[in-house]
């Protein structure tokens, strides 16, 4: 890339997260932070239209254009969202880190999730006919269900690491402080997501 002659962090973000963070973040607070935002929400929201099983309303085409329609407003509100809690319960902890930067982490630490994107291609070009169903008796439902979740923990893993040694650059902390700013953040973010996916299965269930 020509902003950065010496580092692309498109690649380096996988095994070198502080550096690159430091590198982006020295560039523009902003870069970068939009399409990794609709990239997590896009594959998300890929993924609870399995977990809800969507497929045995709509076409795998219509949940696959409908959920790339949402993903930019709905990556916007989590990674805004999210870095406003990250925020908070970062100066609890005395760390340094602008909201801008926090998002920055928040984003750049969700790139291994397009491997999931890949799985979800896949499943609509080989239209794979469970692919947003939770499970089948004659079908392959249950397989993908295993399968995506397989590859949603490893990522979701290597998310994590990345996210831990980018809060742990931008806000100056040590390991063990950035695992507890993770961990804070995302008790408090979950708890949001649960009571707001509980209100959208409801509404969801009264519609059908």
Same mark, same amino acid.
């Given at each position: 890339? =020509?902003?950065?002659?010496?580092?692309?962090?498109?690649?380096?973000?996988?095994?070198?997260?502080?550096?690159?963070?430091?590198?982006?973040?020295? +560039?523009?607070?902003?870069?970068?932070?939009?399409?990794?935002?609709?990239?997590?929400? /896009?594959?998300?929201? %890929?993924? !609870?239209?399995?977990?809800?099983?969507?497929? $045995?309303?709509?076409?795998?085409?219509?949940? /696959?254009?409908?959920?790339?329609?949402?993903?930019?407003?709905?990556?916007? &509100?989590?990674? !805004? /969202?999210?870095?406003?809690?990250? !925020? #908070? $319960?970062?100066?609890?902890?005395?760390?340094?880190? =602008?909201? =801008?930067?926090?998002?920055?982490?928040?984003?750049? =630490?969700?790139?291994?999730?397009?491997?999931?994107? %890949?799985?979800?291609?896949?499943?609509?070009? /080989?239209?794979?006919?469970?692919?947003? *169903?939770?499970?089948?008796?004659?079908?392959?439902?249950? #397989?993908? $269900? *295993? #399968?995506?979740?397989?590859?949603?923990?490893?990522?979701?893993?290597?998310?994590? &690491?990345?996210?831990?040694?980018?809060?742990?650059?931008?806000?100056?902390?040590? *390991?063990?402080?950035? *695992?507890?700013?993770?961990?804070?953040?995302?008790?408090? +973010?979950?708890?949001?997501?649960?009571?707001?996916?509980?209100?959208?299965?409801? #509404?969801?269930?009264?519609?059908?």
């Amino acid at each position: 890339m =020509s902003h950065f002659p010496s580092i692309n962090p498109w690649v380096s973000m996988w095994t070198r997260p502080r550096k690159t963070i430091r590198a982006l973040v020295d +560039y523009k607070p902003n870069y970068g932070v939009f399409y990794l935002a609709s990239l997590f929400a /896009f594959q998300d929201l %890929l993924y !609870y239209a399995n977990w809800w099983s969507f497929g $045995t309303k709509f076409s795998p085409l219509s949940i /696959f254009l409908g959920s790339l329609i949402l993903c930019p407003l709905v990556g916007l &509100v989590w990674v !805004y /969202f999210a870095g406003w809690i990250f !925020y #908070f $319960t970062g100066r609890w902890l005395h760390g340094r880190a =602008s909201a =801008s930067h926090l998002r920055k982490a928040l984003a750049w =630490s969700k790139v291994p999730v397009s491997i999931n994107l %890949l799985v979800w291609l896949g499943f609509l070009i /080989f239209g794979v006919p469970s692919a947003f *169903i939770l499970e089948g008796s004659h079908d392959t439902g249950l #397989f993908s $269900t *295993i #399968f995506l979740n397989f590859i949603s923990l490893a990522t979701g893993i290597w998310s994590f &690491v990345l996210l831990v040694q980018s809060i742990r650059e931008v806000q100056h902390f040590s *390991i063990s402080h950035s *695992i507890i700013n993770v961990a804070m953040g995302w008790v408090i +973010y979950f708890i949001f997501f649960i009571i707001l996916s509980a209100l959208v299965r409801y #509404f969801y269930l009264l519609a059908i």
